[in-house]
Each structure stands twice: as structure tokens, then as C-alpha cells.
């Protein structure tokens, strides 16, 4: 009998919290959110949203670890944003800004790095030699299966011209490096993306904004963030 009163007790308990949480999740659909089902595609840095007749879009906004917020105002009646390039490894949060009869409110979308942690390439660079070849070079995640594979794509930043490594370096098969001998069409900054798969895992991957513009001497090494910044913590 009293474990009956406690089991229904603890029913009532569930029922009021169940209530609350309810409750809770009202309140944002009370201010007549409109439901956007945002996508971001990540090669092309471009956020797009539904479309919604009478709606008007005061701003996309990017939310970066290391850069802030970058915003932009989407044209009128167009439903979408395009960033400039940034590295995305860390995760952002993407916004766009209804407008509304009271304010602005904005719908979020979290964009996260998925796969395994230390899965990634890791110390990723490259460098430019006898003016016209490059080789990058990256080393296998810490944390990466033995299966891992990696694959290098890289586009310029009028998002022009793409294109995957051309020729791979690899060790005991794995690709850890990129040798190519056509530089034609790459831009002062050119954007690097690292990805790879597994058959025991998700592997996350890694990308960077290298610039260009320095380049003159062969010497000239182009590091991506996370590598500069483990060498001057090491
Ligand atoms: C959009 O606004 C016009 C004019 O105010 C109105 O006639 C129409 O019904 C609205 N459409 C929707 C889908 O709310
Ligand atoms: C936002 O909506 C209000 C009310 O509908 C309107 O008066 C205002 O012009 C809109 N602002 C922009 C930037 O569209
Ligand atoms: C991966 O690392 C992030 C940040 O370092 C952490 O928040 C997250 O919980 C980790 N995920 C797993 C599955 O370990
Ligand atoms: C990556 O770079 C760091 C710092 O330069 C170094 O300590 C580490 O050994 C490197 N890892 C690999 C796998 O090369
Ligand atoms: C660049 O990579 C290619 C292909 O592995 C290699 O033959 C060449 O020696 C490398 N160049 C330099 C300067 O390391
Ligand atoms: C890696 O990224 C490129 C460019 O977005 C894409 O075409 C490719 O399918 C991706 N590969 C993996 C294994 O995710």
C-alpha cells in the first residue's frame, strides 16, 4: 500500500515536471517563431533558410571561437547568407534575425565539428616551392583509427575554382600530404579542408584560411592557426 502511494507520488512528481519542461519549450513558440530549417552547407560557407511569404530577414550572423560574430544583411527577399571563408573546425553558431511586430528574433543553428575527438588531421602545413608547386602536410589524428583516411580539397576564395589533392603523399597508405603542380586559380587567401573517414569511427575534420600573399621565397611556410599556436604553447 504505501509503496503504491510512493509510486503514485512519484508519478504526480514525473507529471508536474513533464509539465514544466512542456511548459518551457512553449514559451519561444508563444512569440510566433517562424520555423526557417536552416542548412548550412560548409564547403560553400552559405546558410540558407525556407523562405516565408511576409517575413523579412534583418541578419545572418556567424558566431566564431577566435573571430566573434561576422554578420550580414541578406538581401531583401533572399533567403540566404554567404560568409567569407573561415575555419570551421571549432564549431560556430549560425543565427539569422526575423523581423517581427516586437523585435528581432533569431533562430539558431549549431554547427559542430562531428566525428571522434582527436580523430582530425593534425599540424597541417604547406609551402610553396620553384614558384609554381606546393606541398602541404599533415599528420594522422592522435585519437584516428588505424583505417583512417584523409582526403585534401581546396578552393579559392570567389569559390571559383575547387579541387581535391591532385596527388596524394601517403604513408603505409594513409594520406598525410599533397604534392600539386598547378597553382592556377588560387587566390590571395584559399581555403583548406581536411576530412576523412573510417570504418570504426566518425572522423572530424580539419580546415584553414592560408594566405598567399607573402609568398615569394620558398622558404615561406604557411602554417594554419592551430599548428602556430601549439608551437608557440610547446
Ligand atoms: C502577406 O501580406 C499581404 C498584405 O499585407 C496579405 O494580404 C497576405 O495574406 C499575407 N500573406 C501571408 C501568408 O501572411
Ligand atoms: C520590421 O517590421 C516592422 C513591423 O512589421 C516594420 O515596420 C519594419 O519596417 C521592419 N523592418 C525591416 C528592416 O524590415
Ligand atoms: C570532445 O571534446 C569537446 C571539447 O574539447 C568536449 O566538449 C566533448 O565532450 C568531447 N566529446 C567526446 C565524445 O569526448
Ligand atoms: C605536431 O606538432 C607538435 C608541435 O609542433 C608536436 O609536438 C607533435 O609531435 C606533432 N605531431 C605529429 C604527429 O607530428
Ligand atoms: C614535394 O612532394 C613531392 C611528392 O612527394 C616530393 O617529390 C618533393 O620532393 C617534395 N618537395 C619538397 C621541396 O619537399
Ligand atoms: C570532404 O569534403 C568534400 C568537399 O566538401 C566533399 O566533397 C567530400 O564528400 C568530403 N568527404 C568526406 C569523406 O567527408
Redesign the pocket.
Known sequence: MRLLAITILFFMLLDTMLLQTLAHQDLPSAERVPRLNMKFDSWRMKLSWDCEENT?Y?ECVMIHKENGPITIIPQEKECHCEFSDYSLHDGVTLMVKV???QRPIPETLVYANSGGNGTAAQNFSCFIYNANFMNCSWAKGQAAPDDVQYFLYIRDSRKRRERECPHYIEDSGTHVGCHLEDLSGLTNYNYFLVNGTSQRTGVQFFDSVLSWKKIGSSHHRLYSHRSRASKTSG
Request: hydrophobic share 20%; aromatic share 0%; net charge neutral.
Open positions: 523579412t534583418l523581423n517581427s511586430t
